[in-house]
Structure formats: C-alpha cells, structure tokens
C-alpha cells in the first residue's frame, strides 16, 4: 500500500523535494509497520534522488529498524553509494 503511494506520488509530483519529506515524514511519524518498513527499504535501495535515500536512511535510524536483512541492505548501499550526503 505504501508503496503504491510512493509509486503514485512519483508520477503526480515530479518534485523530489516533495518526495524527500514524504520520507522524512514517515520517519517522524514513530509509526513501524511492514508496509513503511519496504517503502523505506525500496527509497534507499533503488531512488535515482540522493536526498530521497538519506531521508530514508535517517527514517530507518530515527525508527530504529532492526534486523539482518536492515544491516545488509545497509553494507551493500554503503559499498556501491556514491554520494557523501548519502554516506553521512
């Protein structure tokens, strides 16, 4: 469902901004469920933007995500980011 939203957003709002506080937001929002949980997983694995995916790894910590699959999906974007804004 969330993704749906990140998908739909994406194609009505071609503003990355507005997506990065979309992301931003569901950090804030304290709320951990499975669907935020892949929406946040999908925006730092695969956004094209470099502020989409540090929002979404400052959601990840601000919710304090857990697990294996959170750790490696972490290392690999680390190893092949090359953003700084996104390494910070």
Same mark, same amino acid.
């Given at each position: 469902?969330?993704?749906? $939203? =990140? $998908? ?7 503003? /990355?901004?507005?997506?990065? %506080? ?5 950090? $804030?929002?304290?709320? #951990?469920?499975?669907?935020? /949980? ?6 730092? /694995?695969?956004?094209? &933007? &470099?502020?989409?995916?540090?929002? @979404?790894?400052? @959601? =990840?910590? @601000? !919710?304090? !995500?857990?697990? %294996? %699959?959170?750790?490696?999906? !972490?290392?690999?974007?680390? !190893?092949? &980011?090359?953003?700084?804004? #996104?390494?910070?």
């Amino acid at each position: 469902m969330e993704l749906d $939203f =990140v $998908f739909k957003t994406k194609i009505l709002f071609k503003s /990355r901004k507005f997506l990065c %506080d979309i992301v931003l937001a569901l950090g $804030f929002s304290g709320v #951990v469920t499975e669907a935020v /949980r892949k929406t946040l997983i999908w925006a730092f /694995r695969y956004d094209t &933007e &470099e502020g989409v995916r540090a929002e @979404a790894c400052r @959601a =990840v910590t @601000a !919710l304090q !995500l857990k697990g %294996d %699959d959170i750790v490696q999906i !972490l290392q690999d974007r680390y !190893l092949v &980011e090359t953003s700084d804004l #996104v390494k910070q």
